[in-house]
């Protein structure tokens, strides 16, 4: 076997991706830690950020790295099936603020979606774009769905949600001294309706909670996104 032929082979076994993928995430969590929590050092944006950079220094294509992380991938499934068991936990406490909850869904859904619907079009942006960018609040499974059932592009749209996660849980600290207080519910459930999985990620960090709501609001706008933006695209005739 010769060199080139080994190279090939490690290229296409899971084990290096799982590794790099693990151990950046590793990396950015201890710099996280020793800056002190602070807001440009979010765990993900720099395992992310680790990993585009070893890609393009090693010239591998992104279809690799895809295809070899898919059993960290497939374990997402159970993990956010998981999220139903603090949530059962919470039961009671969830039945006695409904009223609360759906009213800030509904706001938050329909302004994730005109306000960047919005944007699109006031930047002059193409019709395809407007609808990749509509479900970028909603997590990426359901958003890539709702996006290719639209007519959008679902790579785009992912490329779109992860931004969207990036971005809202970098605003987390300075939006939590807006509401000092709010004891953790109010933030989290922004956090999963805005930011989706990698928000409750940031919402647990604030206190369970705080989790706990983020992934209620992660699953109902996953739903509302769903059943709304195909009505509010309609309405805005796009």
């Given amino acids: 076997m010769t060199g080139a032929d080994a190279w090939g082979g490690l290229l296409a ?31 993900v ?16 294509p992104v279809q690799t790295y895809t295809q070899g992380t898919a059993p960290l991938r497939f374990l997402l499934g159970p993990a956010t099936v998981a999220l139903a068991v603090p949530m059962y936990e919470q039961r009671r406490l969830i039945a006695r603020t409904w009223l609360p909850i759906g009213v800030a869904l509904l706001a938050g859904c329909v302004t994730a979606v005109v306000s960047v619907v919005g944007l699109a079009w006031a930047t002059g942006l193409s019709g395809t774009m407007m609808l990749s960018l509509s479900p970028k609040s ?13 007519g959008g592009l679902s790579t785009l749209t ?16 300075p939006l939590r001294r807006l509401a000092p ?9 922004t956090l999963g309706l805005a ?10 960090q604030i206190s ?13 706008n996953g739903i509302a996104t769903a059943v709304l933006t195909p009505l509010i695209l309609t309405l805005l005739r796009i």
């Fill in 13 to 43: 076994s899971p084990l290096p991706w799982m590794a790099a993928t693990v151990g950046a995430f590793l990396l950015a969590l201890e710099v996280h830690r020793r800056s002190g929590g602070h807001a440009l050092t979010q765990p």
């Fill in 45 to 60: 944006a720099l395992a992310v950020a680790l990993l585009i950079g070893m890609l393009v220094v090693t010239g591998v």
């Fill in 138 to 150: 909603a997590t990426m499974p359901i958003a890539m769905e709702v996006s290719a059932k639209i």
């Fill in 158 to 173: 992912m490329v779109f949600v992860m931004a969207t996660g990036l971005v809202g849980t970098a605003l987390a600290g």
């Fill in 181 to 189: 207080g709010d004891d953790g519910r109010g933030m989290g459930f």
């Fill in 195 to 204: 930011a989706h999985g990698i928000g409750i990620g940031r919402a647990f």
């Fill in 208 to 220: 369970p909670a705080a989790g706990v709501f983020a992934g209620l609001a992660m699953a109902l």
